[in-house]
Each structure stands twice: as structure tokens, then as C-alpha cells.
């Protein structure tokens, strides 16, 4: 079955009657449940005085006929007892208690034929209230609650005989189920009133807002010739009223905003020329940054290598100074060629040429790999590094050249802003999602207004021309972009002077999903 939904009216017309329609309503409501909790309480009042009424009455012909027929005449009996409980429609219960407590007769038995009905099933009465009400010579009544949750009222009603003698008393039980009939004939009367008075209602309430809404309608008309592009264009409406100086106003903004659309499209055209020139600029400066890096490294190859060479005594005995200044211009080669090779591979993914080789491979392994690698640097620095990956890691999957790349130059960005004596932890957890790979540091840390902009090309978290930390700030945005690739996140957490960690998970191959790629490799 299709769901029913139901919209609230659109029109201010629809909105004025339902808003009016729905204050009367409430009052109507409001007047009919204070008129309906009244008579409830009135007719209930009834029913507990015709109830009383009743019991007096009827406990005299009830233990006289129980005297006479019970025992001789029971037939007689029951038919008596019927013909009186109909008198009362209220009535429910009836049972017969002599003043020791027993229940000589309870009405339930009319149900039964008399051979069913034995004396020493009859029972004593246990309720200790009742045994007190039954031993009083004055009637009593009080409200009871049935197992299913109904009110009862019981009266309890002592006989006594003309000569003063108090053998029997009758118990009733009264249902205030016709209270409900009453209330609702009561409830269905004052519904159809509060109908008759809702439907004059919403037609006064439409009457009346048509008069209102009729100028409203012209002005959302040229509202919507203003959306579609129509503009300057104006109305007249007299009402002498607010309406009329909000027509005035729409005017006013309709002459103003065709004045100033004009002249935002100027400035629109001005800023898609000034953007094309930026795109061309920016092209420019990657290509010139590409070219003058690829030009630079074949020289410095060169350099690289006669120093070395020169270094290692291949040209020539060097003394002990010569051998130390060479090592030290080796070390700033190297240093210079790995900022060359950031540039050429920036400019490179620039470009968009960004080619994914996707294989299973160990993270173990190659973070093993990397951190041996960059072991004289950690030397040089005095940083202690930390490897925790547990050995029965599953396979990852992506490209391993790019993702070596994404850890060597974490690592390298963590070691740059860990002071000597500090530590660099990389882990890798497996997950739900796949294999979670961390680098932490305690080093200086990021300052919170840097972090949204880490990853951005050129980002210097020191930007003064004194910073303390070199680079040309495009590690991370490398980072980055190699991530992006391959369509993963990377997260950071970092507080200023405690330090920084890096996050990103790759997907895991795991056992299950190769069986289940082998199954789908054709024999031979």
C-alpha cells in the first residue's frame, strides 16, 4: 500500500483558512471537552444514585425469593432473580453474603443448571473490607476495578427483617459501560455542530483572504519574471496599505537589479578572461619549473659524481679537512637532487599523468625497505625510529612504487620537524576496512590554524624568509595527490610542541578474496 503524504497549503489564500479554520476548531474542541468532562461527571453521578436506588429497593425481593425458592424451587428462584436483574441495565453481579461471611448465592450460578450446583462449593468471603460492610447494618458503596481495568461500583446493602433481625446482605456490582454510549451520543451531537460551524468558517476565512492575497499574487508574478531573467520591469497597486509600499519596493529592486546585473555580467566576462590567463600562467610556471629542473640534473649528476670520487681518494690523496668539506658538499647534493626530483615529480602529476601499477605486496617488507634506506639520515639527525608491524599482516593492494614514495616522504617530512634525540614510530594495523599505516613523531608539531592548508604545493607552515626548516613545502602535497590517485584518504592529528601523526588505510588481500579471485582463473 502506497504511503499517504500530506502537504501543508501553498497559497497564502489556503493558509489564512486553515490557520482560521483550525483556531475555531480548537475552541470548538476546547468548548466540547469541558462541556463532554462535565457530563461525564453528571451522568456518572446519575448512574451511582440509580445504582443506590436499586439496591435498596431490590434487597428485599432478593433474600425473601432466596429463602422461599432457593433450596425448594430454584427454577422459580432463577426466574425471579433474572426479572429483577433487568430492572437495572447497569447491573453485572449479584451475590447473597450472611453475616458469618459465607456466600450463600452468587448470580454467576444462573448461567448453570441447578444440578450443577452443590452447597460445598459455596465459599467464604475473603475481602476483610467486605466482611466489615456486610456485619454494618448501613448500606455501603465503593469504586472497584475489574481484572480487565473497568471501574465497578459495589454496594453492599444489609436486609433486616421488620422485627429488627440482620441475617442476609446483598452485593452488587454496577458497570459504568453505558456511561461511554451516553458520552459518545453527547460527543457525536457536538461534532456535527462544530462541522456546521468549521465549513461557515473556511468559507468566511476564503471569502476574506481572497481580498488580501489578490495583490500579493500580481507582485509574486513579477517576482517570477524577475527569475526567469525579465528584468526592470514594474507594477502599480493601490491598497494604501504595507502592500503597497512593498510593491514600491520590488520596483525599486527590479530597475536596480537589472542596472546591476548589467554590470556584474561585465565584470563576469572581465574575470573569466583574467582566470584564463592565470590557467596560462600557471601552466608556464610548471612547464618552466619541469624544464629548468630536468636541465639542472644532468650537471649535477656530474657534480655529484666527481665529488664522490674525489671524496673516496679516486683523483688524488686529499687531506683529512678536504675529505670532510667534500662529504659535506656530497650531503647538500643530495640534498639539492631530491629537491629537483620533488619538482619534476610535482610538475609531473600536474600534469595529470598519473599511471597506477596495482599489485599485491608486504608493507612489512617495504617499510623495512625504506627506513633502511634513510638509516645514515636518522644517524645524522639523532632520531630514534621505531618499526611496529605485526609479521602476520595481510597483502595490500596498490601501486608499491607510489606508496613507498607516499612513506619515504612522511617520513622525511617527520624527521625534518623532529629535533635530535626525538622518535618516529610507523606502524601499520589491520583493520575492517583494510591496513592502516601511521607515521608519529614528537617533534614540533603543526599549529591548528595550519592544518587545513599542510597539503597545499608550496605551503610553508614558516613562511619568513628566516624559517628555521628547509624544503619547497611539496612533500606532503606529493602526498597528497599520489593518495588521490588511488582514491584514499589521509588523515592528520597533530598539537603544537607534542608532535604529528599521519594516517591512511590500503585495501587488504586477504585470504577469502584470493581463493575467491582463483576460482575465476581459467585451467589451461
Not at 57 to 67: Q, S, V, W
Not at 139 to 148: E, G
Not at 236 to 257: C, H, P, Q, W, Y
Not at 334 to 362: A, P, Y
Request: glycine share 6%; aromatic share 8%; proline share 2%.
Amino acid at each position: 500500500m502506497a504511503n499517504l503524504r500530506f502537504s501543508a497549503p501553498r497559497s497564502i489564500k489556503a493558509k489564512y483558512a486553515v490557520a482560521f479554520s483550525a483556531l475555531v476548531t480548537f475552541f470548538l474542541i476546547l468548548s466540547m471537552s469541558v462541556q463532554v468532562t462535565l457530563q461525564r461527571g453528571e451522568l456518572r453521578r446519575d448512574i451511582d444514585i440509580s445504582s443506590q436506588s436499586y439496591a435498596l429497593l431490590a434487597r428485599k425481593p432478593i433474600c425473601e425469593a432466596y429463602e422461599i425458592y432457593y433450596n425448594s424451587g430454584y427454577y422459580k428462584f432463577r426466574e425471579i432473580m433474572l426479572d429483577l436483574m433487568k430492572m437495572n441495565p447497569d447491573l453485572l453481579h449479584v451475590s447473597i453474603i450472611d453475616v458469618n461471611g459465607w456466600q450463600l448465592f452468587d448470580s454467576y450460578e444462573l448461567n448453570e443448571g441447578f444440578e450443577s450446583f452443590r452447597r460445598e462449593q459455596r465459599r467464604a468471603v475473603e475481602d476483610s473490607e467486605v466482611l466489615k460492610r456486610v456485619r454494618s447494618l448501613d448500606s455501603s458503596k465503593r469504586v472497584v476495578t475489574a481484572s480487565d481495568g473497568a471501574e465497578m461500583l459495589e454496594i453492599v446493602a444489609p436486609y433486616v427483617e421488620e422485627w429488627g433481625h440482620h441475617k442476609y446482605s446483598v452485593k452488587y456490582l454496577f458497570s459504568y459501560a453505558s456511561l461511554q454510549s451516553k458520552i459518545n451520543s453527547l460527543i457525536l451531537q457536538a461534532a456535527l455542530y462544530s462541522l456546521a460551524a468549521i465549513i461557515a468558517a473556511v468559507l468566511l476565512a476564503y471569502y476574506l483572504s481572497s481580498k488580501i492575497t489578490k495583490p500579493l499574487v500580481e507582485l509574486s508574478g513579477m517576482s517570477q519574471d524577475i527569475a526567469r531573467g525579465n528584468y526592470g520591469r514594474t507594477i502599480f497597486i493601490s491598497t494604501r496599505d504595507e502592500v503597497e509600499g512593498l510593491a514600491k519596493s520590488f520596483n525599486r529592486m527590479s530597475t536596480d537589479l537589472a542596472r546591476n546585473i548589467g554590470e556584474l555580467e561585465e565584470s563576469r566576462q572581465k574575470l573569466i578572461r583574467a582566470n584564463e590567463e592565470l590557467k596560462q600562467l600557471d601552466r608556464l610556471k610548471s612547464d618552466i619549473l619541469a624544464n629548468v629542473s630536468h636541465e639542472l640534473r644532468t650537471p649535477l649528476t656530474t657534480i655529484r659524481g666527481y665529488t664522490e670520487s674525489m671524496a673516496d681518494g679516486l683523483l688524488g690523496v686529499i687531506s683529512t679537512e678536504q675529505e670532510k668539506g667534500l662529504r659535506v658538499m656530497e650531503r647538500s647534493l643530495n640534498r639539492l637532487s631530491s629537491t629537483i626530483g620533488q619538482l619534476l615529480e610535482f610538475s609531473r602529476l600536474q600534469s595529470g599523468k598519473i599511471n597506477l601499477d596495482m599489485r599485491t605486496f608486504d608493507i612489512l617488507l617495504l617499510a623495512r625497505l625504506i627506513l633502511n634506506n634513510l638509516r645514515e639520515e636518522f644517524e645524522m639527525r639523532q632520531i630514534y625510529v621505531d618499526l611496529d608491524v605485526a609479521e602476520d599482516l595481510p597483502l595490500v593492494r596498490a601501486d608499491e612504487e607510489k606508496i613507498a614514495q607516499v612513506i619515504e616522504n612522511l617520513v622525511t617530512n617527520s624527521v625534518k620537524f623532529t629535533p635530535p634525540g626525538g622518535k618516529i614510530e610507523v606502524s601499520a594495523r589491520d583493520g575492517a576496512e583494510g591496513v592502516t599505516v601511521s607515521i608519529r613523531d614528537n617533534g614540533v608539531g603543526i599549529p591548528e590554524k595550519e592544518l587545513p592548508h599542510i597539503f597545499d604545493h608550496f605551503h610553508q607552515v614558516d613562511g619568513t624568509s628566516t624559517r628555521k626548516y628547509g624544503g619547497l613545502g611539496l612533500g606532503l602535497a606529493i602526498v597528497k595527490q599520489l593518495l588521490d590517485a588511488h582514491a584514499i584518504l589521509i588523515s592528520v592529528a597533530s598539537k603544537e610542541g607534542v608532535g604529528s601523526q599521519f594516517s591512511f588505510t590500503l585495501p587488504a588481500e586477504r585470504e577469502q578474496d584470493m581463493k575467491a579471485q582463483l576460482k575465476h582463473i581459467p585451467a589451461t
